[in-house]
């Protein structure tokens, strides 16, 4: 099981490999990782420096980060409203793909006619609106097979409800020095990056899934919300927690890093947006400050559309691993708190880490199968393991919880 799961890892989630070389294409002006900008508490333990394999096959360092999984300089919330006279001051916000809306009482109140299908009613007659208020409920809403008892409901986490009511901390291999990648990925390690608040940089938030279910899924005015395996990430980026000065004339604030090293900006806007040119992953170079990203406006649902620097591959891992449970990346690189390497898994299955996430948090085999729409015979063929090895896979994470 264990080698077969590390070799899954060593042949998932790279981009298009370019030579092996040990060249690092950096400007004199780039700006590259530094730990000194993260928020106090932001990061876990002491940030090291190792040799890693980036994904285009380029052989150079990377910053080991755990970051702890909870904004430093903010407060996470509020997340839905708890009537239909909730303003937006005591709300959080929703974001689909087409706006960033207020997440208020009166959103709620119309929803049916918002997307238009009369199925949609959050809230009873006495104007209470349906919230995810039990770890329970929380944990059966926030799943892409929603139980009917769950739809029609406003879905939010509480710190508490996660595992040993603490924040899921990620580790992550961060390039010191970040390098061009051939093109624009299109793969990627999983999560995009990682805020100077110690906060994960989410991909895009499965909406269809969460509105095919009548469910909204709350985020706070900051654009992140509870996953109860991912904790607490970022779907969108409104300008909260640790912010760097850039004195550059037409830029934003620096409010993280990519994976693939190169730092990411708020986004544009107006007239600055248009004269920033910028290319399909949203980054443009400055005299000033290298190449970077600037992130899209929270309404589009996703911070990056796509990376144009390597990023580190599980392919470093060359074997078995040693400590961690069976199908775990021995990298580090992009791993949930039991130490699956679900970006690599997820690609080989065709489903979002989002997804693989809360099918594993079910800890059966078969559920977690039925979740993600197949059989776990399906999944142990695509795999090259048994079934009964996954079950045991799946009850090793249940254990280092």
């Known amino acids: 099981m264990s080698v077969s799961l590390a070799l899954l890892a060593a042949s998932c989630g790279s981009s298009s490999s370019s030579s092996d ?92 006619d918002f997307y238009d299908d009369s199925k949609w009613k959050l809230y009873d007659i006495n104007g209470n609106v349906n919230v995810t208020d039990t770890k329970e409920a929380f944990e059966g809403a926030a799943r892409p097979d929603v139980a009917e008892e769950y739809q029609n409901h406003c879905v939010e986490g509480q710190l508490a409800w996660l595992t040993n009511g603490e924040p899921v901390q990620t580790t992550m291999l961060i390039p010191l020095k970040p390098t061009k990648a ?40 900051c654009g992140g919300h509870y996953n109860p395996v991912a904790g607490y990430h970022l779907h969108g980026v409104t300008g909260c927690g640790h912010l760097e000065d850039i004195e550059t004339e037409g830029e934003t604030k620096m409010f993280g890093y990519a994976a693939d090293g190169y730092p990411i900006h708020l986004p544009l806007e107006g007239d600055a947006l248009e004269a920033a040119d910028l290319d399909s992953c949203n980054g443009h170079s400055t005299a000033t400050e290298g ?14 559309p796509c990376l144009m620097g390597e990023f580190v591959s599980t392919s470093e891992a060359g074997g078995p691993p040693q400590g961690p449970p069976p199908g775990a990346s021995q990298s580090g690189t992009q791993q949930s708190s039991a130490g699956f390497d679900t970006a690599a898994i997820a690609a080989k299955l065709g489903v979002t880490t989002h997804e693989l996430e809360d099918a594993m948090a079910l800890g059966d085999i078969n559920s977690a199968a039925k979740m ?22 799946l009850n090793t994470q249940k254990t280092t919880k």
Not at 198 to 213: F, H, K, M, R, T
Not at 291 to 304: C, D, M, Q, T
Not at 372 to 388: D, H, R, Y
Request: proline share 3%; glycine share 10%.
């Open 182 to 221: 051939s093109s624009a990925s299109s793969a990627h390690p999983g999560n995009f990056g990682v805020t100077f608040d110690g906060v994960v940089i989410a991909e895009s938030a499965p909406v269809d899934a969460i509105l095919g279910a009548y469910t909204i899924a709350a985020f706070d005015d």
């Open 291 to 304: 190449y970077h990203y600037h992130a899209n406006s929270a309404a589009k649902n996703a911070i990056l």
């Open 21 to 112: 070389t040990t060249s690092v294409a950096v400007s004199v002006n780039q700006h590259v990782f530094e730990s000194d900008h993260f928020e106090d508490g932001a990061i876990v333990g002491d940030v090291t420096t190792e040799d890693c394999t980036l994904s285009g096959g380029t052989k150079t360092q990377c910053a080991r980060v755990t970051i702890a999984g909870s904004p430093a300089s903010y407060k996470v919330g509020p997340f839905c409203p708890s009537t239909l006279a909730t303003t937006a001051d005591d709300a959080g916000i929703w974001f689909d793909g087409s706006g960033v809306y207020d997440l208020d009482g009166a959103f709620i109140k119309n929803l049916a």
């Open 372 to 393: 993600l729409g197949t059989t776990s015979a399906e999944i142990a063929k695509k795999l090259g393991v048994s079934v009964a090895d996954l079950q045991s896979t």
